[in-house]
């Protein structure tokens, strides 16, 4: 069975579409002041090759390590 659309009804539904994606990036934009950056566990974070992702460990009372911070070490503001 083949449904056939029309056009002006696509463009309606795609434009629909591309204005909750914009108002969704607006919505959930990071911050500017980029609250995942922390210069003092960067020092000793371990990081992907970019410095986008990074942990910071540290062991717990019963010496297992744990992940004390998380976050991008990209100072780029």
Do not use: H
């Amino acid at each position: 069975m083949k449904k056939e659309i029309k056009v002006q009804t696509f463009l309606i539904v795609m434009a629909v579409l591309v204005i909750l994606e914009i108002v969704l990036l607006f919505i959930f934009k990071p911050e500017s002041n980029n609250e995942n950056y922390s210069s003092y566990y960067c020092r000793e974070a371990v990081c992907n090759e970019d410095a986008s992702l990074c942990y910071a460990y540290d062991l717990d009372s019963d010496g297992n390590t744990v992940v004390v911070w998380r976050g991008s070490c990209q100072n780029g503001n």
